[in-house]
């Protein structure tokens, strides 16, 4: 492959049945070492353990595991340094470790690689990283319900119109908007913890496709690396991205419900609605307009959906009519992952960060509300004294068009004429038009009644923890 030294040149893991060097334009696309080098800390950890597994399968002597492991444990701290990746020769992380560990303990370092194949090495350290990811995230999103969980708390006694078809539905507390979007971060915790639990199968005793012909214990080697039992098949083991795809899916569905929750903000934040304040610190300006003050940690957040689908999708066509066992597709496996877990540990926090600092503007709220928002309450006044839900839904259509061509709000309208569309509408009519009284009405569970409000906040303190 190459005549420099051993100890400078690329580690080759494959020269043997090679004549002269790799085609250089080959090189870029075979390299991954500027993608896969995140992975030094696993590819340390699961080395370690595999060179414990060969001394239990009689493949190492104690003495030969102590040196490795010595070995190791200095290459590790190199790598903690960053210096060895500078101008690293070598083609991916695998390389890159080997080569060190012979700078550190010479030949030996030979024996590390016995039973083991970069298949079953990758896969492994891939589902490692995948484990502390899914964790590092589900942190993330807790922080993120806890910030929603904070402004639920303090938009109570807030009113503002809840939506559908973005056209004034029903009044809504603030908190119930809150929690709408807690709720949905919530199930996504739930998605990441399935991920996590599916990424805990060890591949590594698989070898290249066929498995180790050595006893290890892999019962062991998975209990000591935090994975919950080897895989079953070792053909399947080497190509199992599944979990990364489970990953993925729960990745670009925070990044759906961040979209929502960011064009909800975008909204809010507007002059037209004014709901919500954002606080400086999550805003900017424009280097034009001096009176801007854009909401761009919304913006942003609405933003990372379509990488988040894409990489889903990307994944998902990597995989796709892949033959049996190992193929090098699989290396482009961890930028689709690594990019979608970046995105969010960037946007997660700052969005985190943005509600916890942000505030309703209950008074633009009311401004806000227009009284057709109790057109439905008035039908269930009707309901209440006997009118069939139908019928009533009819009249007071009838009315909102009365209002409409009168060109006045609904609450406007004279007590006559509520009493001429539907006279069991009764002479109290008005009172009807009570935002509190509105809210309050919705009191099954999961509606926006304070105390059904107050149940959700209950629920969710308690499952966050
Ligand atoms: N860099 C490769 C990957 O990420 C490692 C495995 C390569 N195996 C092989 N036989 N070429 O998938």
């Known amino acids: 492959m190459s005549n420099e030294p051993a100890d400078t040149a690329a580690h080759s893991l494959w020269g043997g049945r090679f004549e002269g060097v790799l085609a250089p334009e080959m090189g870029p696309l075979n390299l991954s070492l500027d993608v896969d080098r995140r992975l030094w800390r696993e590819d340390v950890r699961a080395s370690r353990a595999w060179v414990h597994a060969l001394v239990g399968a009689g493949v190492l002597e104690r003495d030969e595991a102590e040196r490795l492991d010595g070995g190791?444990?200095?290459?590790?701290?190199?790598?903690?340094?960053?210096?060895?990746?500078?101008?690293?020769?070598?083609?991916?992380?695998?390389?890159?470790?080997?080569?060190?560990?012979?700078?550190?303990?010479g030949e030996l370092a030979g024996k590390l690689h016995t039973g083991r194949s970069r298949?079953?090495?990758?896969?492994?350290?891939?589902?490692?990283?995948?484990?502390?990811?899914?964790?590092d995230l589900e942190r993330d999103i807790t922080g993120l319900c806890r910030s929603l969980l904070a402004l639920a708390r303090a938009s109570v006694d807030v009113l503002l119109p809840g939506y559908t078809h973005l056209q004034q539905g029903q009044p809504i507390r603030g908190a119930q908007w809150a929690l709408a979007h807690l709720w949905a971060f919530e199930r996504d915790r739930t998605r990441l913890d399935r991920a996590t639990h599916a990424a805990g199968v060890l591949p590594l005793g698989s070898g290249a496709i066929a498995g180790c012909p050595f006893p290890v214990d892999r019962e062991a080697l998975a209990r000591s690396l935090g994975f919950r039992r080897p895989s079953e098949n070792s053909v399947d083991a080497v190509s199992d991205r599944d979990w990364a795809l489970d990953l993925a899916y729960a990745c670009a569905l925070v990044g759906v419900h961040l979209s929502r929750l960011g064009e909800d903000l975008v909204l809010f934040a507007s002059?037209?609605?004014?709901?919500?304040?954002?606080?400086?610190?999550?805003?900017?300006?424009?280097?034009?307009?001096?009176?801007?003050r854009n909401p761009d940690v919304a913006e942003l957040a609405?933003?990372?959906?379509?990488?988040?689908?894409?990489?889903?999708?990307?994944?998902?066509?990597?995989?796709?009519?892949?033959?049996?066992?190992?193929?090098?597709?699989?290396?482009?496996?961890?930028?689709?992952?690594?990019?979608?877990?970046?995105?969010?540990?960037?946007?997660?926090?700052?969005?985190?960060?943005?509600?916890?600092t942000s505030a309703f503007r209950p008074e633009r709220c009311?401004?806000?509300?227009?009284?057709?928002?109790?057109?439905?309450?008035?039908?269930?006044?009707?309901?209440r004294r006997g009118v069939p839900f139908r019928r009533s839904h009819e009249l007071v259509g009838?009315?909102?068009?009365?209002?409409?061509?009168?060109?006045?709000?609904?609450?406007?309208?004279?007590?006559?004429?509520?009493?001429e569309v539907a006279p069991e509408l009764g002479h109290d009519v008005l009172e009807v038009f009570d935002w509190e009284r509105s809210v309050e009405s919705r009191s099954a569970p999961g509606g926006t009644a304070r105390a059904s409000v107050q149940e959700q906040l209950a629920e969710a303190e308690g499952r966050l923890g």
């Open 398 to 419: 009838r009315l909102v068009r009365r209002a409409e061509d009168a060109g006045v709000p609904l609450a406007e309208l004279p007590v006559d004429t509520f009493l």
């Open 302 to 356: 609405r933003a990372q959906a379509g990488r988040l689908a894409g990489n889903l999708v990307a994944l998902l066509t990597l995989l796709k009519a892949l033959p049996s066992g190992y193929n090098r597709d699989l290396q482009e496996d961890k930028r689709s992952l690594f990019d979608s877990v970046d995105a969010l540990r960037t946007a997660v926090p700052a969005v985190a960060g943005a509600l916890a």
């Open 119 to 135: 298949n079953d090495q990758v896969a492994t350290d891939l589902r490692l990283w995948g484990m502390g990811a899914g964790r």
């Open 366 to 383: 009311r401004q806000a509300m227009d009284t057709e928002l109790l057109a439905t309450d008035l039908a269930e006044r009707l309901v």
């Open 271 to 292: 002059t037209e609605f004014g709901f919500l304040r954002l606080a400086d610190a999550y805003s900017t300006g424009s280097s034009l307009m001096p009176q801007k």
């Open 72 to 105: 190791l444990r200095r290459v590790a701290e190199r790598l903690e340094g960053g210096a060895p990746f500078a101008d690293a020769p070598d083609e991916d992380i695998h390389s890159l470790i080997e080569r060190l560990l012979f700078q550190e303990v």
